[in-house]
């Protein structure tokens, strides 16, 4: 008999580190191997064990704390001197070692909807979703020390699925589910133009004829003057893509089920709006007759491209007896996939003709990072039909090597702990 099942778990996940792996995508316990209606995003050849009407509501709660302290490893100038290029005669010794420490202490909130109907009883199941996969809310001090990496940043996909798990044997399922990747982006950080190559070769060309060591690579010396400083904003920024996973579940045992599940990841690529505040006698006026003149407020149009990653995920489930399940899964992602974030900005205001700046350039982040592991095991006690729980610990890799860890991009190593009744 068909009936719907309304699972109401109250669970809790802690995750020592930061990412844009959300903490918990369906229920605490859902994994590669489970047959709930999560197994939509798990792995769908797991819907073809599903043979019940099942909605399955989700909440999840994040916060969490960061502690950011910079060292200054190189020589900087006074912040409000203009020496363009080195050697540089007025350096500042209070600008290194270590800098004031700042801290972020992110908050979200985040829910899911999963819904599974069998079309061909004991055969075919259906499932539909609606879940948030990866996300990133981070909001440091806007004057802190990693203004110019990073002040604020929020970044979300949905997904808005569709899947099928088919059974081909008793023991046997595969299946599949196609995703809508709904992106949702805005942030803040302080650039400095003496890392935007295009300006320097602006500057050194005629009728200018600055010399200066600008550029990705620029020394110390030369880098985070107060002039040269210039608050940037990305808003409203949107992205629409499509992504697809596919899974294999077997059942080599009555009590153990394994299954394996491949996400093909998707592009980021967000359309937005940026503001960029040039409001110094620098850009706007001292240099004009050379044909360097920017309007006080540039905006236009903004396009932020990254990978999301593809990923494998295996998990074996075992049932000790009536009562008591053991469970284990382990994933591989592709973080190694995201080497850059490119942003593009175009806009008429940022054209200056006589030096040779177009109206659209690209500023790219550098990342190189690695791939991650992921593991977790987990347990389940039936108390009595209604009642159960469960728990788990687990450990993920950190995707950002310590070459390009900072405040844009905060990782290390975590922990992980989950727990439901």
Not at 397 to 415: F, I, K, L, N
């Amino acid at each position: 008999m068909r009936h719907i099942a309304w699972p109401l778990a109250f669970g809790v996940t802690a995750a020592h580190a930061s990412g844009l792996d959300a903490p918990a995508v369906g229920g605490v316990l859902s994994g590669p191997a489970v047959h709930d209606a999560a197994a939509l995003y798990w792995n769908p050849a797991m819907l073809g064990f599903h043979e019940r009407l099942e909605l399955m509501l989700g909440a999840a709660f994040v916060a969490g704390h960061l502690g950011y302290t910079r060292e200054r490893r190189g020589a900087y100038q006074h912040e409000d001197s203009f020496e363009f290029a080195t050697p540089v005669t007025d350096l500042d010794p209070s600008r290194t070692g270590t800098a004031e420490a700042a801290s972020a202490n992110p908050i979200a909130g985040s829910a899911d909807a999963f819904f599974a109907f069998p079309v061909v009883p004991g055969r075919a199941t259906v499932a539909l979703g609606l879940y948030v996969p990866y996300a990133a809310p981070l909001s440091w001090p806007g004057d802190g020390p990693q203004r110019f990496a990073l002040q604020d940043v929020f970044i979300t996909f949905s997904h808005v699925s569709g899947g099928v798990g088919v059974r081909l044997h008793d023991r046997v399922t595969v299946g599949g589910a196609v995703s809508l990747v709904l992106g949702q982006a805005a942030l803040k950080r302080v650039q400095d133009f003496a890392a935007v190559p295009v300006f320097g070769e602006g500057l050194a060309n005629e009728p200018i004829n600055q010399p200066n060591d600008f550029g990705l690579d620029a020394p110390s010396e030369v880098r985070e003057l107060e002039v040269l400083a210039r608050p940037f904003s990305l808003t409203d920024a949107t992205s629409v893509g499509v992504s697809f996973n596919l899974g294999v579940a077997v059942r080599p045992a009555p009590r153990t089920t394994v299954g394996v599940n491949y996400d093909h990841g998707s592009e980021a690529d967000f359309e937005g709006d940026f503001a960029l505040d040039m409001s110094d006698d620098f850009f706007t006026r001292d240099l004009a007759s050379k044909g360097l003149q920017f309007v006080p407020l540039v905006e236009g149009d903004a396009r932020l491209r990254f990978q999301l990653p593809r990923r494998v995920t295996a998990g074996v489930l075992h049932g000790l007896d009536a009562k008591w399940t053991l469970g284990f899964d382990a994933a591989w992602v592709q973080w190694s996939s995201l080497d850059t974030f490119r942003i593009t900005l175009d806009s008429p205001d940022l054209a200056q003709p006589e030096l040779g700046i177009p109206a659209s350039t690209t500023v790219a982040l550098p990342r190189d990072w690695q791939d991650a592991v992921h593991l977790q095991g987990h347990v389940r006690h039936q108390v009595r039909e209604t009642l159960w729980w469960g728990a788990g610990v687990g450990y993920q890799s950190p995707a950002s090597p310590d070459e390009t860890v900072d405040a844009a991009s905060p990782d290390g190593h975590r922990m992980v702990l989950t727990g439901a009744v």
